[in-house]
């Protein structure tokens, strides 16, 4: 029998068997060790600030199962317990100085702190922490209240970046409108334009075409004088002469070419203004079923027959009126309608027909009127009995330009602007009178005032 074995067999039955310790459980260079370990020091569990030394767990079991060690302080492991212990009584500083604010023994309390204001480390500690802890509360209640601000702050960006947003669509939507109603606007300017452009080459052609056949009647006319200078007798000739060239037909053809050529371009609303005449309409002449008023200015289509004396005059059978006094020189005049029906807007020579229902009573369906129809949706110019459709922007007033003497007639659609819907060059034999014919009942004319 190994007596030896047998003892070391017997030694571990009453140890017990334990398992070698991990690596992890040895102190490193950074870790407080076990001041009571042997070869290499186990990390230390707690430190005791009555013992002053770090204990492994192991060691640190008789703190915990011997009574009198149950009384020591235990603390986290720390390297630093000997800054624990006064330097002057080499006792455990379990005191504190609120004078000096430092901790000392209690020898210390007694002697040189005497008469200061001491107090337990632990009722420090205590009010220590109580004081840590109000704030604490502070800055967590301050931080709650920033957090909260923040948030205000981050929900504001927010509803300043939806705004914003919005208002970048918004934006983009108006100039989207703006720029298609710019282009609109440019193409009906562009339209109007090239349809004034039409209407005035049309014109300029025509007066070149009569300058033209002037021209080529007054070559006819002179060739004729040449050969009568060559065969005829003086006296013939000098009667001759007088005749084609009497100074009265020459300065009528000279005066009729100046008014054409030197005819202003009217282009605004105020320009035609200038030319404004007041129309009123002659009683004698109302169809009666239509209704005069505001001063023989406005007519009105009435469902039953007005009270009107015997004329000669009177229209008979179509609903028309015409102004009282002719019209000679420029004119200009406008027609607000209220068109439940047609409305037509006419001049005509004072011998137009007056009684039945021929076509040589009615606006427009001979050669002694010019009339544009007004319906609900668009327009049409007759003259006679030549119906032309004229294109141009809907308006509820008319506005006629008569320059007599250049043979110009123009009407023009009124609003903001002025539309030219239809214009007329030709020679007027005789002084003209302005006319309504208002074909429905309830449909009004009225020839406003423009001055």
Same mark, same amino acid.
């Given at each position: 029998k ?35 370990c ?115 702050? !981050? ?13 970048v ?43 033209? !056949? ?13 050969q ?11 009667g001759?002469? !007088? ?10 053809i ?30 004698n002449?109302?169809?009666?079923h239509l ?64 009684a ?18 007004c319906?609900?949706d ?44 239809h ?11 302005a ?6 009942s ?5 020839f406003?005032?423009?001055?």
């Amino acid at each position: 029998k190994n007596t030896m074995l047998a003892d070391l067999v017997e030694e571990l039955k009453k140890t017990g068997l334990q398992a070698a310790p991990a690596d992890h459980c040895y102190a490193g260079p950074e870790d407080v060790a076990c001041d009571f370990c042997t070869g290499r020091k186990l990390k230390a569990l707690k430190s005791c600030l009555v013992c002053l030394a770090s204990y492994c767990e192991k060691h640190l079991q008789p703190h915990f199962q011997s009574p009198p060690f149950k009384k020591h302080k235990l603390v986290e492991p720390s390297e630093k317990l000997q800054e624990n212990i006064c330097s002057r009584h080499d006792e455990v500083m379990k005191m504190f100085c609120r004078t000096d604010q430092q901790c000392i023994c209690y020898l210390c309390s007694v002697d040189e702190h005497k008469d200061h204001d001491t107090v337990t480390a632990a009722a420090e500690r205590t009010e220590r922490q109580r004081e840590l802890g109000l704030r604490r509360q502070t800055i967590q209640q301050g931080l709650q209240d920033r957090e909260k601000d923040v948030k205000l702050l !981050q929900q504001e960006e927010e509803a300043i970046n939806g705004s914003a947003d919005k208002a970048v669509k918004d934006s983009e939507k108006i100039f989207t409108e703006l720029i298609r109603l710019l282009k609109k606007r440019s193409s009906d300017v562009k339209k109007q334009i090239r349809s004034q452009q039409q209407t005035e080459v049309s014109r300029v052609r025509e007066l070149q075409e009569r300058l033209e !056949q002037e021209i080529t009647e007054l070559k006819r006319k002179d060739h004729e004088l040449k050969q009568l200078s060559d065969t005829a007798a003086v006296s013939h000739v000098r009667g001759r002469l !007088q005749d084609i060239l009497s100074e009265k037909k020459i300065l009528q053809i000279m005066s009729q070419v100046d008014v054409l050529l030197l005819q202003p371009e009217l282009k605004t609303r105020a320009d035609f203004l200038k030319y404004s005449q007041e129309i009123k309409l002659d009683p004698n002449t109302v169809n009666k079923h239509l209704l005069l008023s505001e001063g023989n200015r406005k007519v009105t289509d009435m469902s039953r027959e007005q009270f009107y004396s015997h004329h000669p005059d009177r229209f008979t059978v179509w609903p028309q009126v015409l102004s009282r006094e002719s019209l000679t020189g420029r004119c200009y005049w406008e027609v607000e309608m209220e068109v439940i029906g047609g409305v037509s807007v006419a001049v005509t020579y004072k011998n137009i027909s007056r009684a039945g229902n021929s076509d040589e009573c009615r606006f427009g369906v001979n050669d002694k009127s010019w009339s544009l129809q007004c319906n609900g949706d668009s327009y049409d110019f007759f003259y006679n009995s030549i119906n032309t459709p004229v294109s141009g922007p809907r308006s509820s007033r008319v506005g006629v330009y008569l320059d007599h003497s250049a043979g110009v007639l123009s009407f023009y659609s009124v609003s903001d602007t002025m539309t030219l819907l239809h214009r007329v060059q030709t020679t007027f034999t005789q002084p003209l009178y302005a006319g309504v014919m208002v074909g429905y009942s309830g449909s009004t004319a009225e020839f406003r005032k423009l001055k």
